[in-house]
């Protein structure tokens, strides 16, 4: 069964950092490429960021780059987003995604909340 | 950025209606889009991956069409369990990008 669970959210001022965790399991992690997707208190999906298989690709929102750093660890079957520079806006649920292998996104995690708040 | 519309923002029906979402890519996708259910305080689901195929375990009520910029998911006779939001999801290129999400409730 595939399992992804985040971790690393909380509560931290504005301009503050965050590093958030995904531990994967129930599948063979590095043939995925991962995805972080947020959605904000009564709002829509949005993407964050992607990183493929190998952590030679990488993708980010415009509304983080420069900001937000995606990797991964595939010997710990881990992923991470790396939060800079936080802003109220970037308050969220996080959700650790498993990008399918056709086809986008196919498997979701339960989510990290992240709260920017002073 | 490709820009992602999704209309209508929501919609109010009755069970056994029905019900069509579009989405708009601001530039040629080819295929590369899913459609997503999301309940209240859940995980939202895949429905449906490159543009028309059905993911496995989805009711066959669901289904979806198109390619380059113009997609629709149909439901065919709606059912009190999918009364929820629907999300597209470009993954043409980075960074991707969903729909606005159209609500389907209850009328």
């Known amino acids: 069964e595939v399992q992804l669970v985040e971790s690393g959210g909380g509560v931290v001022r504005p301009g503050g950092s965050l590093r958030l965790s995904c531990a994967a399991s129930g599948f063979t992690f590095d043939d995925y490429d991962m995805s972080w997707v947020r959605q904000a208190p009564g709002k829509g999906l949005e993407w964050v960021s992607g990183i493929n298989w190998n952590g030679g690709s990488t993708g980010y929102a415009d509304s983080v780059k420069g900001r937000f750093t995606i990797s991964r660890d595939n010997a710990k079957n881990s992923l991470y987003l790396q939060m800079n520079s936080l802003r109220g806006e970037d308050t969220a649920l996080y959700h650790c995604?498993?990008?399918?292998?056709?086809?986008?996104?196919?498997?979701w995690g339960q989510g990290t909340l992240v709260t920017v708040s002073s | 950025d490709i820009q992602m519309t999704q209309s209508p923002s929501s919609l109010s029906a009755s069970v056994g209606d029905r019900v069509t979402i579009t989405c708009r890519a601001s530039?040629?996708?080819?295929?590369?889009l899913g459609w997503y259910q999301q309940k209240p305080g859940k995980a939202p689901k895949r429905l449906i991956y490159?543009?028309?195929s059905l993911q496995s375990g989805v009711p066959s009520r669901f289904s979806a069409s198109g390619s380059g910029t113009e997609f629709t998911l149909t439901i065919s006779s709606l059912q009190p369990e999918d009364f929820a939001t629907y999300y597209c999801l470009q993954h043409n290129s980075y960074p991707w990008t969903f729909g606005q999400g159209t609500k389907v409730e209850i009328k």
């Open positions: 490159a543009a028309s």
């Open positions: 530039q040629g996708i080819r295929n590369d």
């Open positions: 995604a498993r990008d399918g292998l056709v086809g986008a996104t196919d498997y």
